[in-house]
């Protein structure tokens, strides 16, 4: 626990990263809204750690999001046996923890969501041992990215106009414990507690950050999408992409510019893809 806490604070992106032992009694949510959101983990190999109340941790978990706190589950508290009570009862839960158990080696698989905020500075992670669910995405979440055995990795979801996080991993590097996970596993938690702690975004904003060029979000959708092809968003924010005028064409999607028509071709109207040789 210690070495994931200096390497939260490590990042910089945190004004104050401290420790809640869990282990002993559960947390009270006076002492959980001091914190802007709170990363839940637990090592549980063997049965060796239980939190004392299943039933109360729950509780408090989701009386604590309720209240405006980010909450981002990890192995192993985001099994159904270790945390109970409202926050499964609920529906906070989004990966299911009634799921097996298994814990092979894995790497960063497949992508869903290559633009989110929650895969910045994220290209690769692994692990001889890759602890976590078996559990398919609930309740309204979605993958974000897969472990290469194709269980879910990350998963998100919007509730109530607030964002929710669950990481199918164990937060402790190689660094600590032989043969866990190596990579960018800091930047993904880093990213998890401060995507927590979204609400809904304006339009022209994807998990409060601004669309790059090259794409929009018109409204509610949880990511920024690419311009089409014969369109284009010059800067960042963009809640509309603007077609590409007479003359002009765009040739692929994501594009921040047209570009003219060579000579020799020309384009009759705007929203072109391509040019005409004359």
């Known amino acids: 626990a210690p070495l994931v806490q200096s390497q939260l604070a490590g990042t910089g992106a945190f004004a104050a990263v ?88 894995a790497s960063l698989g497949p992508v869903v969501e290559p633009q989110s905020p929650l895969l910045r500075d994220v290209t690769q992670l692994s692990t001889g041992y890759a602890d976590g669910s078996t559990g398919a995405v609930i309740n309204g979440g979605r993958a ?39 990579g960018d596993g800091v930047a993904l938690m880093r990213n998890a507690l401060l995507y927590s702690t979204c609400a809904c975004c304006s339009a022209g904003l994807s998990a409060c950050d601004p669309c790059a060029a090259g794409t929009y979000r018109p409204g509610s959708d949880s990511l920024c999408s690419p311009c089409s092809a014969g369109s284009f968003a010059t800067g960042s924010g963009w809640t509309a992409c603007t077609l590409c005028a007479a003359g002009t064409y765009g040739t692929g999607s994501g594009s921040s510019a047209c570009t003219a028509c060579a000579a020799g071709a020309y384009g009759t109207g705007s929203g072109s893809s391509a040019c005409t040789a004359c």
């Not at 945390?83 to 299911?96: E, N, P, S, T």
């Not at 472990?147 to 979801?157: C, F, I, K, S």
């Not at 964002?163 to 996970?181: E, G, H, K, R």
């Open 18 to 105: 401290d420790l809640l032992d869990a282990l002993g009694a559960t947390p009270s949510l006076a002492q959980l809204r001091q914190y802007h959101a709170a990363l839940v983990w637990l090592h549980s190999y063997a049965g060796r750690y239980s939190f004392p109340s299943k039933s109360g941790m729950g509780d408090v978990l989701a009386d604590y999001w309720d209240a405006g706190g980010g909450v981002v589950l990890a192995n192993a508290a985001n099994t159904a046996s270790q945390v109970q009570g409202r926050f499964a009862a609920d529906g906070y839960a989004i990966i299911d923890g009634t799921a097996p158990w298994s814990n092979p080696p």
């Open 144 to 182: 974000v990215a897969y472990w290469t055995d194709g269980r879910p990795l990350v998963v998100a979801r919007e509730r109530d106009c607030r964002t929710m996080v669950q990481l199918n991993m164990f937060p402790v590097s190689a660094n600590d414990i032989y043969n866990w996970w190596v």
